[in-house]
C-alpha cells in the first residue's frame, strides 16, 4: 500500500507465528555413511540444566554475590586512553567509610600480567596505561557502595600521551610506540604460487577496500563472581571459556602455584568468545588474597564490561582477485590490517586464522596473503565467534559477487564452478577431508526455492534482493597448537554413569552433547546419566570452549573414557559372574550373559562390589590429534586443521533506497555439521549465529572517539531484536566426519560467519551497489546508493 | 520516599507542597534509566500512577482530551493515524505499557515519537497548579529549549488535547525494528479546512515544526478556500520538502550525521505530503 515496509511500528496482528513451525520442522539430511546410533545422539533433547535455568535456581554470577558475598571490590580503570602512570594516591579512597583496602600494582605478588598467547596486558598498570579501561587499582569494601565511592575517590595522577585511534594513525611514521616492539604486533602471510603474475594474467581482476567494524559480544550476563582465601587454596567462581588456563594465568599473574587456585564455573549466560580472556577472575582473586576467609565479589555492570572488555577486531582488507575467461578463480592477492587495540590477546592467532581461511573454500591457485596485526589505543580485540574468519569471509564473499558481476555471469554458477570438490586444497594447501561445500550450496538453494522471490510490485523507494555466501571453518585451534581434552567416566554408587570433562557449557549446551555421547557409548538412558564439568579440582582438562571444538575434543574424550569403562565394567562383570567377559553385553543401565540369561548384574552392584574391594570403576582419557604447524613463510600445511566445517545461506531483504533502512525478509542457512547429536540445540546454534550475523551486517558497531567508547550501553550499541530477524529456516546437512564422536564436526561459529555475507549479497542485488564497510546502518546505505 | 496520591486534587497539593528535589514519575521509563545511568539520584518521588482517571481518554465536540497517564499501549488504538503509528513505534510492549504521554512531553526530548505526533496535530497540554489552576499551553509553546520545558516546578501536566478531525500521517527512522531511537521522525497533520502542520523529531533541540515548510503549503494566506485542500502537485511537495530539510537543525552525534538527518527531512516530508495526497 503506501510502502510501509519498515518495521518501526508494531503490526496490529501477532506476526509469523504460522510460519514459525516451518523452519524448525526443515528435515536433516543424514550422511548414508553414519555409525548407527540406538541411544540418545541424534535426538534432540531438552538442555540438561534448562529448567534450573529458567526457574532462577541454576545459580549465574551474580547470584553468588546475593547470596554470598562478605565483601566488595570495585576497579579504578584509566580516564585516558594513553598515558603514563605518575602516582596513585589512594589516601582519600581509604577514608571514605568501609573502604577496607586499596590494591595497586605493588601488591600484586606474581608477574601481574596476563594475555592469552602473550602475556603483555598487565593485571593493574604501574607505570603506563594504554586503553581507557586499563586498570590501576582495586578497592575492596564492606559494601557494593563504599567500594564505588572508594573507586571514586582514588586520586591517579596521569601524564596524558598521544591517542592512536586508529590502524592508520598506528602505522604513520612517528606514531608513538604503544608496545616494545612497536605497533605492528606481528602478523601472518601465505605464499601460493605467484599471485602477482596470476593476476597480471587474469581475464578479469577486481579489486575492493573492506571495512568491518568494532563489535562487543554483548553477553547478557555481564562479568560477575565471588573468590575466597582460605589460606590454602583460592577459589573463584567466575564464568570463563578454559578453566584450568585462567587457573594458570590467575596463578602467574598472583604469584601461587597453580594447585592452590580452583576455578569453578558458575552456569554462564552467553560467551562468544567474550570469557576468553580472563575477565574479573585474577582483580577479585587478587582482593580475596587479602582477606583470607572473606568471601570477596565483584561485578562490573554493561557500561564498565563494555569498556573493560576485548572486543572483536575491526579490520581493513585489501582484496585483489581475479578469473580466466572461463570464469575460474586464478589469484588473490590480500592485504589484511587488523586492529589489536592495546595488547595483543589471542590476535596473533586472529590473524593466522584470517590468513588460513583467506579464500575460503574455493580453488584459488595463485595466493598471496598478508595480514598485519597492529596495535592502537582502543580495547584490546580478541575472541569473538568466528575468530578472523568471519571478517574474511565478508571480503571473500564479496570479491565473489563482484567478479560475477565483472564476468557476467550468474553468481551461484560462479560459485558453484569454483568451490572445492573432493580432492582439492583451501588456502593453506590442505586438502579437506570432507568438502561439502557444493552440498550446502544445494541444499540452501533448495530451501530457498528457485522462484521464491514475491513478485508483488513494490513502491518505488523500496527493492527487494536476495544474496548467497558459502563459507568453510577449519575447527579447533590448529597450526599444531597442542590442542587436547581428556575426560573422565565412572559409575556413581547409584548405579550412574558420571562424566567429568573440563569443558564448559556457556549456554550452548555442550554438557547435553556429552551425557549424550556418554549415555550412547555407555548404552544407558540419558536419565541415568549425571555431568560435572569445569571445576579444575574436580574434572579433567579439556582446553578452551572455543574454535566449535567443545562437541568434536569434549564429545571424543568422553567417548572414549566411557569405551574403556564399558571394558572395565565387562570385565568386573566377569569376574562377579565367574564369567568370561566376551560371554557378557551391556543392556541398559545392567549386564547380561550373551547366551545365558541368568548371569545379570547392575551397574550399581557391580560399582559396590568393586568398592568393596577398593577400587573404583572409571576410566580417564585422552583425545589428542595433531595438526601440522603452517610453514611461517607459505602459510602451507598439509594439516592445517583437523576438520574442515561448511555452510551456505540465503538471505532475502529489502531496501528502503530514500532512507536506507536494510530489512531481512528470509533467511536460510545449511550448515554441515557432521552429525547432529542434538539437532535442536543445532537449531539454536544455527539461528542465534544468524541473528548475530543480521547484528553485525546491519547494525552492530562500538564508536570511539579518541579511544573513548562513546556508546557504551545497549541504548546505542545497536543489537537485532525480534523484529529485525526473520524467523530462521536452518538446514541441516550430516557428512559422518571420520574422526568426530558419532561424526559429529560441530557448529558453533560457522552460522555467524555464514550470515553476515549472504545479507550484503542481497543488499548488492536489490541496490546494485555493492557494500564494502560495515554495518550497513540506514545512513552508511544511504550514502553508499546516493553517493554521499 | 513514595508518594502516592489517589486523586487528581491531592497529587496537585503534594505538587506545590513538595519541594522540586521530589521528582514527578508516572511510568518511570525516563526516570528510572536516568538513575541507572547516575544522571539523578532522586531521593524522594511523587507517584502518578495510582491516580484515579489519570489514563482516560474522551473524545468531546471534536476534540481529544487525554489524561497525562494515557500509555502509549493506549494511544496505539487511538484512529489518530500519526498518533498511533508513533506510540507503536515506541520501544518494546513493555514500554509501551507503561510509558505515558505525560512523560514522553516532561522528558521533552527531541526523539519524543508520542511529543512530535501531537504537535503536528495542533495539540495543547494542561499544565495544573492546586491554587492557579489549570492553564493549556500550545505544544510550540510548551517546549522551550533541549529538554526545557514551560512546567512550572509546582505543577504537574493533567491532560492533553487536540482536535479529533485531522487527518495524520508518521514515518520514523532508526537503526532497528524494535526499541528504536528515532534518527529522524516525521509527523504531518491535515486539519479539514486544508492547512498542514509538519513536525520533525530529532533534527533540533526540541520536537519542531518546519514552519517553512508549512508556508509552502499553507501560503500566507488565512483564507481557508484558498488553500490547497485539493491537489498537491509535486512540485510543491518537493519546495515543502526541500525547506524541510533547510529548516532543520540537527547535531551530529554518535546516532547519525546531521547532513543525513537533513537529507531525510526532505525525504519524509515528500513522503508523507504523497502519502496524504494519495491516500
Ligand atoms: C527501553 C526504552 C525504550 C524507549 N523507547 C522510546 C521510543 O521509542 N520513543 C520515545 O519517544 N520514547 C521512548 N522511551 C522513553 C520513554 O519511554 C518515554 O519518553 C515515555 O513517554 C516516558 O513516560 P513515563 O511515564 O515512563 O515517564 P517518567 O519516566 O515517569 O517521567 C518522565 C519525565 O516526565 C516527568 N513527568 C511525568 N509525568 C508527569 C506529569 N504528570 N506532570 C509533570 N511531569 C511529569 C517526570 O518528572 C520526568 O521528568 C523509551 C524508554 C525506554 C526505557
Request: hydrophobic share 40%.
Amino acid at each position: 500500500m503506501s510502502g510501509r515496509a519498515f518495521g518501526t511500528q508494531t503490526p496490529a496482528a501477532p506476526p509469523r507465528e504460522k510460519e514459525h513451525v516451518l523452519p524448525t520442522e526443515a528435515p536433516i539430511t543424514p550422511s548414508p555413511f553414519a555409525e548407527k546410533v540406538r541411544g540418545p545422539v541424534g535426538r534432540s533433547c531438552d538442555k540438561i540444566d534448562g529448567v534450573e535455568r529458567v526457574t532462577g535456581t541454576k545459580l549465574y554470577g551474580a547470584d553468588l554475590i546475593a547470596r554470598e558475598a562478605d565483601l566488595h571490590a570495585k576497579v579504578v580503570r584509566s580516564e585516558h586512553a594513553h598515558a603514563e602512570v605518575v602516582s596513585i594516591d589512594t589516601k582519600e579512597a581509604l577514608r571514605v567509610d568501609g573502604v577496607l583496602a586499596v590494591l595497586t600494582a605493588e601488591d600484586v605478588k606474581g608477574t601481574n600480567r596476563h594475555g592469552l598467547i602473550r602475556r603483555d596486558h598487565p593485571v593493574l598498570a604501574k607505570d603506563r596505561v594504554r586503553y581507557r579501561g586499563d586498570a590501576v587499582a582495586i578497592v575492596v569494601a564492606k559494601t557494593e557502595q563504599a567500594a564505588a565511592a572508594g573507586r571514586d575517590a582514588v586520586k591517579v595522577e596521569y601524564r596524558v600521551l598521544p591517542t592512536v585511534e586508529s590502524i592508520e594513525q598506528a602505522m604513520a611514521p612517528g606514531a608513538p610506540h604503544l608496545q616494545p616492539g612497536g605497533n605492528v604486533m606481528g602478523g601472518r602471510r601465505i605464499r601460493k604460487g605467484d599471485a602477482d603474475s596470476a593476476l597480471a594474467d587474469s581475464h578479469v581482476v577486481v579489486s575492493e577496500t573492506f571495512r568491518t567494524q568494532t563489535v562487543d559480544h554483548a553477553f547478557l550476563d555481564v562479568e560477575a563472581g565471588v573468590a575466597r582465601w582460605d589460606g590454602e587454596l583460592l577459589t573463584i567462581r567466575v564464568s570463563g571459556q578454559w578453566v584450568h588456563e585462567e587457573a594458570r594465568l590467575v596463578a602467574l599473574a598472583l604469584g601461587l602455584p597453580v594447585e592452590r587456585v580452583r576455578i569453578i564455573q558458575p552456569a554462564a549466560g552467553g560467551a562468544f568468545g567474550g570469557r576468553e580472556d580472563i575477565s574479573i577472575q585474577i582483580y577479585v582473586g587478587l582482593a580475596a588474597l587479602r582477606f583470607a576467609g572473606k568471601t570477596v565479589a565483584l561485578r562490573y555492570d554493561r557500561a564498565e564490561s563494555m569498556r573493560a572488555r576485548h572486543k572483536r577486531h575491526p579490520m581493513r582488507i585489501e582484496y585483489a582477485m581475479g578469473a580466466d575467461r572461463e570464469g575460474r578463480l586464478t589469484a588473490a592477492k590480500v592485504a589484511i590490517y587488523s586492529d589489536e587495540g592495546a595488547y595483543a590477546s589471542t590476535g596473533i592467532a586472529v590473524c593466522r586464522k584470517m590468513s588460513s581461511h583467506a579464500t575460503g573454500p574455493y580453488r584459488v591457485p595463485h595466493v598471496r596473503v598478508d595480514v598485519f596485526g597492529v596495535h592502537t589505543n582502543n580495547n584490546p580485540t580478541g575472541a569473538m565467534r568466528g575468530f578472523g574468519a568471519t571478517q574474511i569471509a565478508i571480503a571473500y564473499e564479496g570479491m565473489m559477487d563482484r567478479l560475477a558481476a565483472k564476468l557476467g555471469v550468474d553468481r551461484v554458477e560462479f560459485r558453484r564452478a569454483n568451490l572445492i570438490r573432493p580432492g582439492d586444497a583451501v588456502t593453506t594447501g590442505q586438502v579437506v577431508p570432507s568438502p561439502t561445500a557444493v552440498e550446502c550450496l544445494e541444499a540452501v538453494l533448495r530451501q530457498y526455492g528457485s522462484k521464491s522471490m514475491p513478485s508483488e510490485p513494490l513502491p518505488t523507494h523500496l527493492r527487494r534482493g536476495w544474496g548467497v555466501s558459502v563459507i568453510c571453518f577449519g575447527m579447533g585451534y590448529g597450526d599444531g597448537f597442542p590442542d587436547a581434552s581428556r575426560a573422565r567416566v565412572r559409575i556413581g554408587a547409584d548405579g550412574c554413569v558420571e562424566v567429568y570433562s573440563g569443558i564448559v557449557d556457556v549456554g550452548q549446551g555442550a554438557e547435553n552433547v556429552i551425557a549424550q555421547v556418554a549415555a550412547e557409548e555407555m548404552g544407558v538412558g540419558l536419565e541415568h546419566t549425571r555431568v560435572i564439568t569445569a571445576d579444575t579440582h574436580m574434572t579433567p582438562e579439556s582446553g578452551s570452549c572455543s574454535a566449535t571444538r567443545s562437541t568434536f575434543f569434549a564429545g571424543n574424550a568422553v567417548r572414549l573414557a566411557a569405551g574403556e569403562l564399558k571394558e572395565k565394567l565387562l570385565d568386573a562383570a566377569g569376574e562377579l559372574l565367574c564369567v568370561h567377559p566376551n560371554e557378557l553385553e551391556f543392556r541398559g543401565e545392567e549386564i547380561r550373559g550373551r547366551f545365558d540369561e541368568g548371569l545379570c548384574c547392575s551397574l550399581g552392584e557391580l560399582v559396590a562390589a568393586a568398592r568393596k574391594r577398593g577400587y573404583e570403576l572409571e576410566a580417564e582419557a585422552l583425545f589428542k590429534p595433531r595438526t601440522i604447524c603452517e610453514d611461517f613463510e607459505t602459510g602451507q600445511s598439509p594439516r592445517a586443521f583437523i576438520t574442515y566445517m561448511f555452510g551456505a545461506h540465503v538471505s532475502q531483504v529489502l531496501v528502503d533506497v530514500e532512507t536506507g533502512e536494510v530489512r531481512v525478509e528470509r533467511h536460510v542457512a545449511c550448515h554441515d555439521v557432521g552429525r547432529a547429536i542434538n539437532p535442536e540445540a543445532v537449531r539454536g546454534q544455527i539461528t542465534g549465529g544468524v541473528v548475530q550475523g543480521i547484528g553485525m551486517a546491519l547494525m552492530e558497531e562500538v564508536v570511539y572517539r579518541g579511544g573513548r567508547i562513546l556508546n557504551p550501553g545497549f541504548t546505542d550499541y545497536i543489537l537485532p531484536t525480534v523484529r529485525d530477524v526473520p524467523p530462521v529456516e536452518c538446514v541441516v546437512l550430516e557428512s559422518n566426519d571420520p574422526l568426530g564422536p558419532y561424526g559429529a564436526k560441530g557448529v558453533g561459529e560457522p552460522p555467524l560467519i555464514g550470515a553476515v555475507p549472504a545479507v550484503l549479497s542481497a543488499i548488492y542485488d536489490a541496490t546494485g551497489k555493492a557494500p564494502a564497510t560495515l554495518p550497513c546502518n540506514p545512513e552508511r546505505v544511504w550514502g553508499m546508493l546516493t553517493g554521499s | 520516599m513514595f508518594y502516592q496520591p489517589t486523586d487528581m486534587a491531592e497529587a496537585l497539593r503534594l505538587r506545590a507542597e513538595l519541594g522540586p528535589e521530589v521528582v514527578t514519575v508516572c511510568g518511570g521509563t525516563d526516570v528510572v534509566v536516568a538513575m541507572n545511568h547516575g544522571v539523578a539520584r532522586p531521593e524522594a518521588f511523587l507517584d502518578l500512577s495510582r491516580v484515579a482517571g489519570r489514563d482516560s481518554v474522551e473524545r468531546v465536540n471534536g476534540i481529544y482530551l487525554l489524561g497525562g497517564g494515557v500509555t502509549f499501549a493506549q494511544m496505539a488504538k487511538l484512529p489518530v493515524r500519526a498518533l498511533a503509528e508513533a506510540a507503536r513505534s515506541v520501544g518494546g510492549p513493555q514500554i509501551r505499557n507503561v510509558g505515558t504521554i505525560a512523560g514522553n512531553l516532561g522528558t521533552a526530548s527531541p526523539a519524543g515519537d508520542g511529543s512530535v505526533a501531537l504537535l503536528a496535530l495542533d495539540a495543547e497540554v494542561e499544565l495544573s497548579h492546586v491554587e492557579r489552576g489549570s492553564r493549556w499551553v500550545r505544544l510550540e509553546e510548551f517546549f522551550l529549549d533541549y529538554k526545557r520545558t514551560a512546567l512550572q516546578p509546582d505543577e504537574l501536566i493533567t491532560r492533553v488535547r487536540f482536535p479529533s478531525d485531522f487527518e495524520s500521517v508518521w514515518y520514523k527512522i532508526g537503526k532497528r525494528g524494535a526499541v528504536n531511537i528515532s534518527i529522524v521522525c516525521c509527523a504531518i497533520g491535515r486539519s479539514p479546512a486544508g492547512a498542514y502542520r509538519i513536525a520533525l523529531g530529532s533534527v533540533g533541540p526540541v520536537p519542531m515544526r518546519a514552519m517553512e515548510a508549512e508556508a509552502v503549503l499553507n501560503g500566507d494566506s488565512t483564507d481557508a478556500a484558498h488553500r490547497a485542500v485539493a491537489y498537491l502537485a509535486d512540485e510543491v511537495i518537493e519546495r515543502a520538502a526541500e525547506a524541510a530539510e533547510l529548516e532543520a537543525a540537527p547535531i551530529d552525534d554518535q546516532r547519525s550525521s546531521a547532513r543525513y538527518r537533513e537529507a531525510m527531512c526532505r525525504v519524509l516530508v515528500r513522503r508523507l505530503l504523497r502519502e496524504l495526497r494519495d491516500g
